[in-house]
């Protein structure tokens, strides 16, 4: 039993453009945004208000924000790592923001140079004050499938961040392999183990496409019910501080599978392939999305 409906996160600006090796002109990425917004995508991760030593590519969040043109009915969700980028993005005007914390030890450390449980604990002190703002809050889970720097990811490690989040007030919890190593059998597993906590149609799976499952992973997603997917136009994307990480899994390839199955998601592929094309000019090498390499070489 398969949904009928899926929601696509759109994070290219951000997971995307992280990383990145030459920084990206504000004024670009927010061409990149608006010609997204024109695409039907309800969600669309703006930018992230982060440290900039730790981000550079994305020390323009305040630009950004203020001067994307936000479609009606779409969300724009930012990452804040601690109050400090949560004050950053509600002087913006933000109003959906995303915290961070992972499954693995060494990840966490080098990501936010905290340990899982101190981000859980700066985590609660932004979804407080988010909710009390009425902001509408995501919750990552990282590595969730395996960690690049070689300490074991368990699903049980993976459910126990999760029902932290959820006891945070997470409104969406998205579980990313960030590093791409995730299989089918791992989602198979890890699914059950996290809808006994939490709401279905809550959870958001987030697969970076580093060896090319991401797409199996999708499916086995669907097969359990799962309706949120993150992807990113073209295929942009990794983290910098998970090495030889690569994209998501591209929001062409993700719309050209689900409705090739007859699963509806409301997004005009041949708007957001006009985006990716506008993108693959300003970062000026080639995306790594089949769906749409396969558009481009039919003209
Ligand atoms: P730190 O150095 O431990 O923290 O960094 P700190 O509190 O000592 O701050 C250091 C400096 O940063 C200070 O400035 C702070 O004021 C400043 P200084 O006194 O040196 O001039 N600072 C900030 N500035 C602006 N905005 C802020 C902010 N916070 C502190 N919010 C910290 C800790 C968490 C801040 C840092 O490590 C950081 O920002 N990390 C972000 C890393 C990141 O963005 N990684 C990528 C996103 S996660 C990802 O990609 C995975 C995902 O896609 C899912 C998946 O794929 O699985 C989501
Ligand atoms: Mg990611």
Known sequence: MLPKKVTVVEVGARDGLQNEKNVVAPSDKIAFIDLLSESGLRVIEATSFVSPKAIPQLADAEQVYTRIRKAPGV?????????????????????????????????????????????????ADVVRQAKSDGAWVRGYISTAFGSPFGDAVTPHM????????????????????????????????????????????????????????????????????????????????GCPYAPGATG????????????GMGIGTGVDLARVRAASRFIRGVVDHELTSKAFQALEANG
């Open 75 to 123: 969300r724009y969700p930012v990452l804040v790592p601690n109050l400090k980028g949560y004050r950053r993005a509600k002087s913006c005007g933000a109003d959906a923001v995303a915290v961070f914390t992972a499954a693995s030890e060494a990840f966490t450390k080098r990501n936010i140079n905290m340990t899982i449980e101190e981000s859980i604990a700066t985590s």
């Open 158 to 237: 993976v459910r126990d961040v999760c029902v932290k989040l959820v006891e945070l007030g997470c409104d969406e919890i998205s579980v990313g392999d960030t590093i791409g190593v995730g299989v089918p059998t791992q989602v198979d597993e890890l699914v059950p183990l996290l809808a006994r906590e939490m709401p279905l149609e809550c959870l958001a799976f987030h697969f970076h496409d580093t060896r090319g499952t991401a797409l199996a992973n999708v499916y086995a997603a669907l097969q359990h019910g799962v309706t949120i997917f993150d992807a990113s136009a073209g295929g942009l994307g």
């Open 248 to 259: 998501n899994v591209g929001t062409e390839d993700l719309l050209y599978m689900l409705a």
